[in-house]
């Protein structure tokens, strides 16, 4: 059975960006958003293996499962090839997800993160697709799918081996629309061209379309005072046929209520709209930044605990306000819980991981020389 474009909700619950108490995941505050998104007649949550260091399937669990009958909400999670190191991980790990969940089946089941070598060759190797397409016939798999970090080639290449992917999820915003590693452009026409639907994630690339610069911020404003600027960037991404649902990574209840409002009166971008954003676009592509979504991806498996996204942040606010002595003030905070950028010892680890390619070991040797000197 295919998917029923007419059920899914248009705003899902991203469950990698959970709020936080003291670095452990704040239950109690996870537990009022669900109810809030539940509420609005929301009900698509998008988790994975490795987020919040293995906890977020296990908040999944507390927080939805063990609260709301299972026939009223849509969950989601994701097979990470870098745990297999053997055909029988595929299964463990599963069967792992099924008991950190608590549920019998996922509504939908993704390979998680195929792009260009290891990633894709792994899910070759073990036979991955085959074995998801198994698990959907015995009922614990319901939609099957991947999300994708690789090339437009490689997408094609994908889809044409493998015709009974229902859905993919994509990297999609306006300002990656021609970003020559994440291509968000071609890979949306590639999917649209042959009916399939899309799940978008990074919406606001990690936050960054949701704080801009004031004259960037007064421009949206201008068009629409009462809306936020995150709201554009929601609006644009959820306004483009073919598009199914558009995860956002909700850390508080602010970003909650924004977004649950944007969707819940949702109206298609104008005209006039789009090319206002097309002006931005234009703006931002001029100030040079750090293609940081904030996944922290990298942070788990970092010898020296350095929080790789805030020095990231840190530096990309004192690209676009170097004279801003806030900046620093964080970063000193931050080091008091993290390791410094002059600490990496530049084991790759990182870069292996990064969805978005970016080359961490030079761009922390950059970090270091501006805010340890």
């Not at 554009?232 to 649902?245: D, K």
């Amino acid at each position: 059975m295919g998917i029923e474009l007419n059920k899914m909700p248009k705003l899902g619950f991203g469950l990698m960006r959970l709020p936080e108490n003291e670095g452990v995941i704040d239950h109690e505050q996870v537990c009022h958003m669900v109810d809030k998104y539940m509420k609005a007649g929301m009900n698509y949550f998008d988790t994975a293996y490795v987020y919040h260091g293995g906890k977020s399937e296990v908040e999944a669990r507390e927080a939805l499962v063990k609260r709301y009958p299972r026939d009223s909400f849509m969950l989601a999670t994701k097979l990470p090839a870098w745990e297999l190191k053997k055909a029988e991980d595929v299964e463990r790990v599963f069967n792992e997800q099924l008991q950190r969940a608590g549920v019998e089946y996922f509504d939908f089941y993704l390979l998680h993160s195929i792009e260009d070598g290891s990633n894709y060759d792994t899910y070759v190797r073990y036979n991955c697709f085959d074995w998801c397409m198994k698990r959907k016939a015995e009922g614990k798999i319901k939609h099957f799918g991947f999300s994708f970090h690789g090339s437009p080639e490689l997408l094609e290449e994908v889809l044409d081996a493998h015709p009974e992917v229902e859905f993919v999820q994509i990297q999609l915003n306006y300002i990656d629309r021609t970003n020559p590693v994440v291509q968000s452009e071609r890979l949306y026409e590639i999917l649209h061209e042959r009916n399939i639907p899309i799940i978008v994630m990074e919406p606001v690339r990690g936050g960054m379309l949701a704080n801009m610069a004031p004259d960037i911020e007064a421009r949206f404003k201008a068009h629409r005072p009462d809306k936020s600027v995150a709201s554009w960037a929601l609006r644009f991404v959820a306004s483009l046929p073919g598009v199914m649902t558009v995860l956002s990574g909700m850390s508080t209840e602010e970003q909650m209520d924004d977004n649950i409002e944007t969707f819940s009166n949702f109206e298609p971008m104008t005209d006039d709209e789009i090319r206002i954003v097309d002006e931005v676009t234009d703006e931002l592509l001029g100030m040079p930044q750090i293609g940081c979504t904030a996944c922290k991806y990298c942070c788990d498996g970092c010898p020296m605990k350095i929080s790789i996204p805030d020095v990231f942040r840190t530096i990309n606010t004192l690209r676009r306000y170097p004279d801003d002595w806030r900046s620093k003030n964080f970063y000193s905070g931050l080091i008091q819980r993290s390791g410094k950028a002059s600490d990496c010892v530049g084991c790759g680890q990182c870069e292996r991981v990064c969805p978005q390619h970016l080359p961490i070991i030079d761009l922390m040797k950059e970090a270091a020389g501006i805010l340890d000197n």
